[in-house]
């Protein structure tokens, strides 16, 4: 595999990892007040707790939405998709 291809891929991890991680801060700090100004939970009703299955899946689902996000935003050439379809085809092959 290319280095150029690893080296996309690390920073594209890291941004990723970064960037849930900072919605995971933000849910947990100001969760209960975007719920009940979007009409989520009706005003009086207890928010749900969080635990860490909760955190877990949080920082999951916001991992992938990042994930496609800066796949589509930073431009990979297609001369490096191609050098993955080769891998692929080689490793099956």
Same mark, same amino acid.
């Given at each position: 595999?290319?280095?150029?291809?690893?080296?996309?891929?690390?920073? @594209?991890?890291?941004?990723?990892?970064?960037?849930?991680?900072?919605?995971?801060?933000?849910?947990?700090?100001?969760?209960?007040?975007?719920?009940?100004?979007?009409?989520?939970?009706?005003?009086?009703?207890?928010?749900? @707790?969080?635990?860490?299955?909760? @955190?877990?899946?949080?920082?999951?689902?916001?991992?992938?939405?990042?994930?496609?996000?800066?796949?589509?935003?930073?431009?990979?050439?297609?001369?490096?998709?191609? @050098?993955?379809?080769?891998?692929?085809?080689?490793?099956?092959?």
């Amino acid at each position: 595999m290319s280095y150029q291809l690893l080296f996309v891929c690390i920073i @594209e991890c890291i941004l990723c990892l970064s960037a849930s991680s900072y919605v995971l801060w933000w849910n947990k700090n100001w969760d209960s007040q975007a719920n009940q100004y979007l009409g989520f939970f009706p005003p009086g009703t207890p928010q749900p @707790e969080w635990t860490k299955m909760r @955190e877990f899946l949080v920082f999951v689902r916001a991992f992938g939405t990042w994930f496609l996000l800066f796949t589509q935003m930073v431009p990979i050439s297609l001369l490096v998709s191609l @050098e993955v379809v080769r891998l692929f085809q080689a490793r099956v092959i």
